[in-house]
């Protein structure tokens, strides 16, 4: 676990850094100190270098000045945005032996017993660092955050290599969560969590004893999980304690006092020049003149300005009217699709009404963005009918933009492709300038513009033609904070009908009045927000009679091709008794057979696993005791520390002797077998 530290540690001190990248300065002479403790939101518009700045601390870019200095022997655990994750370990030996110090330490350990020297200084030595670095308590922290994060406990022992890159971006967060690094750098951590997931992180990193500094676009996020904000724009660094909804409130505080001053000052200018104007020709106001002219230029020397909205992200927009639709705005009926031997639908009915601005939630894997392109039309059906709405437009924001842009495509043509007639090129580059394409962007080809340049080139197209159903796959994603905010507000006041899908709590939040909770093939509608949904399922109430359920259909039990299936269902075949009955025995025995071996096996891997729990907590208990028992040991712990060891040890006491009868068990429940097969 996260080492604690009880005071106020100075962690990293950054001393008068900038960067420069030739004529430009992404930060300029910025100083700030990091301590323990702290959970901090990174905040800036794309492009100001919020990853560069992690990259720096980790020490793989060098400033063009100042320093960075870090508290000796500090453990940094980095999440990029991306990277290639290469392992040859399955996920959770990751976990458990991807910590270099905690391998070093095992394998020393391993050696002196070998050696038949755990009875010496160094072997309990060992085994106190182990225990300070939370060894004993990893696989249970590890499972427990796999689970979290939505893998199946069949995918603990699944090779790193076979999952996809989104699931090795799971696996690397897991690990750095499980083991015991100081101080987390955090670049957008939910990128590749579904809502689920996202949720439960924020819930977790909520009580999180360690510290982080986390990039992230997602304001409900950052402010439920933060205890301090750093802002970093145009080349400067501030901070402030609190989250990040306490930032705002300060900001705009302060925008207010400013606005106060800069009107006052004006004011006051005003009258100071109106008076010079009016009496410069008078000799005999001469010097009451100068002294106005002094005034007004120390009053220039120190002018308030108003706090500059210099941020590099798209200003508020908003969807042009659109045409109204019919009450269905789609209907699915009796579809099924598969991929390969994967059945995502079988059978399936679902309706989307009018106006109704629905999210998708639900496990990964459970089938949402195989619906959100079904929905779309985007993908072929096996089975079933897929009815658009009267008068009902369709325009879909796909997860992976070239889905629906064309790369070859420059800015501006990709933006007129989705005129659906003559437009003047005015008109589209006042669209394209709102959403922050101006000058030579708009001569960029489509294939070269980063994640959040393609998603604002999407909205371009959406506003040039809206469309009156919006599907969205993960919309904010690779867009900041203002931006995040400026999508919100327009599909706030959107009066079209939305289905979409994103891991952004505060997106979610602002946006749906409806849920899809989509599992496993079925879909239940809740009426109301999503704080409404994540109450009812907490407490199990997803069945209430605030929700509907589309899914399965039932069977027609009075249809004709139903009673004809039954009855040959139900009417005995001729067939020879006796061979039957032998072979109906046979199939018996061997099944039989097999499930006393299936039996067995689980069983002997639960005894295998009670003695490796065992083996941890005898390692644990000797830990604690030796430490409790050696004076120089001892003098370093306080007495509170002490009286939780003891508690301790009597509890594994009572752990080892509750293991040794379930083993007892476990081996009187093991059944015979014959060798049949």
Request: hydrophobic share 35%; charged share 30%.
């Amino acid at each position: 676990m996260p080492i604690v530290h009880t005071i106020r540690t100075l962690m990293i001190a950054i001393s008068k850094l900038s960067k420069d990248y030739g004529k430009r300065s992404l930060f300029e002479n910025i100083s700030l100190n990091i301590n323990a403790g702290e959970r901090i939101g990174l905040l800036g518009p794309n492009g100001t270098g919020k990853s560069t700045l992690f990259a720096m601390i980790l020490g793989e870019i060098e400033p063009s000045d100042g320093e960075i200095r870090m508290n000796k022997n500090i453990r940094i655990g980095h999440l990029p945005q991306e990277c290639g994750f290469h392992s040859q370990r399955t996920v959770i030996e990751e976990l458990l032996e991807g910590d270099s110090e905690i391998n070093r330490l095992n394998k020393e350990k391993d050696e002196l017993e070998k050696e038949g020297s755990a009875d010496s200084m160094r072997y309990g030595d060992i085994l106190e660092r182990l225990e300070i670095l939370g060894y004993f308590q990893l696989e249970y922290k590890a499972k427990k955050i796999l689970t979290g994060l939505e893998f199946k406990e069949d995918d603990f022992c699944r090779p790193v290599k076979q999952l996809s890159g989104g699931w090795q971006m799971r696996v690397l967060l897991a690990k750095l969560l499980t083991c015991p690094y100081d101080i987390l750098l955090l670049d957008e951590p939910t990128n590749y969590l579904d809502l689920n997931a996202a949720v439960w992180l924020k819930d977790y990193l909520s009580d999180f004893k360690g510290s982080f500094i986390m990039i992230s676009h997602d304001k409900a996020f950052l402010t439920e999980v933060t205890n301090y904000t750093l802002i970093l724009d145009n080349g400067s660094i501030f901070k402030v304690k609190g989250s990040y909804e306490h930032y705002e409130q300060i900001k705009e505080e302060r925008r207010k006092f400013l606005v106060k001053q800069f009107k006052d000052q004006e004011k006051k200018k005003e009258q100071l020049e109106r008076f010079v104007s009016r009496f410069h020709a008078q000799p005999n106001k001469a010097a009451s003149v100068r002294a106005k002219r002094t005034a007004l230029e120390r009053l220039k020397e120190s002018a308030v300005g108003l706090l500059p909205n210099s941020r590099a992200s798209i200003g508020d927009f908003r969807f042009p009217g659109t045409k109204r639709s019919g009450h269905k705005v789609i209907t699915l009926e009796g579809i099924s699709k598969s991929y390969g031997d994967i059945t995502v639908y079988e059978d399936f009915d679902f309706e989307v009404y009018q106006r109704e601005k629905a999210v998708l939630a639900g496990d990964n894997g459970a089938g949402k963005s195989t619906l959100l392109k079904i929905m779309a039309g985007v993908v072929d059906i096996d089975k079933g009918r897929r009815i658009v709405g009267h008068k009902v437009d369709i325009g879909y924001f796909s997860q992976t933009r070239l889905d629906v842009l064309n790369p070859e495509n420059t800015v501006l043509a990709e933006a007129y492709s989705a005129a659906p007639g003559y437009m003047a090129e005015t008109a589209v580059r006042t669209i394209l300038g709102a959403l922050l394409f101006s000058g030579d962007d708009s001569e960029k080809k489509v294939k070269v513009l980063s994640g959040g340049e393609k998603s604002r080139l999407i909205l371009v197209k959406l506003l040039i033609d809206p469309p009156n159903f919006l599907l969205l796959d993960e919309p904010t994603t690779h867009l900041d904070v203002d931006a995040v905010d400026a999508l919100t507000n327009a599909l706030r006041q959107y009066e079209g009908t939305i289905v979409f899908i994103s891991h952004d709590i505060y997106f979610v939040r602002r946006v749906a009045n409806v849920v899809f909770d989509v599992q496993s093939g079925k879909v239940r509608k809740i009426a109301g927000e999503f704080d409404y949904y994540l109450e009812k399922k907490a407490k199990g109430e997803l069945l209430s009679e605030n929700s509907h359920g589309f899914g399965y259909r039932k069977p027609n039990h009075c249809s004709s091709t139903y009673r004809a299936i039954r009855k040959e269902r139900e009417e005995p075949k001729k067939e020879d008794t006796d061979k039957l009955r032998l072979k109906e025995e046979k199939k018996r025995r061997i099944k039989e057979e097999k499930r006393r071996r299936a039996h067995n096996a689980a069983t002997g891997g639960k005894i295998d696993k009670l003695k490796h729990e065992k083996e941890n907590l005898r390692l644990e208990m000797y830990s604690k005791s030796r430490s409790l028992s050696d004076p120089r040991i001892y003098r370093r712990r306080d007495e509170e520390t002490a009286k939780e060891y003891g508690r301790r040890i009597k509890e594994i006491e009572k752990l080892i002797v509750q293991i040794d009868e379930e083993i007892k068990t476990l081996k009187s429940g093991l059944l015979p077998v014959t060798g049949l097969n």
